[in-house]
């Protein structure tokens, strides 16, 4: 049976963009769906998944450059468009941990323009680190190595030290290919 390929964990956007996908369209319901920890783990084995699906928002970025554009492009052989669709992201959080003041801050890097707009306005440089997915950037965040982070607001609740500087509501772009 064909499977939908996409960002993991169960708490990433991509995750619920697939539920969603699954529940408005009945040609989808019966796929299970495979998370993967990056996207970059799927375009590096497409040849794997022939025959399967792969869903991934249009604003995807990696650390090393890759983004969706550059893919739509480099993998035309192996990957054909069935459908897009848009959803609201889950809100996502500007944070800070106020007992941090290692000018850190850790995110996936599609947000990066979000962080280069808060350093324009607190004008601060910070430095940035990685992570495949929101819900990584949260968990490194609360372990109090950074003093700034980027991610889901589904599960964060601020306290003590932690405490949000913004809130945003976007919307993307999902981009369901079948494999070939």
Known sequence: MATIHTLGP?????????????DEDPDYRALTITLHENFENVYQHLTDFIGDYFLVPTAYQSDNGDSWTRNNYRYLD?????????????????TENQAIKNKKAILHP???????????????????????????????????????????????????????????????????????
């Open 110 to 180: 599609a947000t990066t323009e979000l962080i280069q707009q808060y350093m324009v306005d607190s004008h601060q440089n910070l430095i940035i680190d990685f992570v495949p997915s929101k819900p990584l950037a949260q968990k490194a965040f609360e372990k109090g190595h950074y003093q700034y982070a980027i991610f889901s607001q589904q599960s964060f609740l601020p306290h003590d030290s932690l405490t949000i500087i913004k809130e945003y509501h976007p919307e993307m772009v999902w981009c369901l290919y079948q494999i070939k």
């Open 10 to 22: 169960k708490t990433t956007d991509s995750y619920q963009a697939a539920k969603h996908l699954q």
């Open 78 to 94: 192996h990957l054909t468009i069935q459908t897009t669709f848009f959803l609201p992201t889950m809100p996502m959080l500007l």
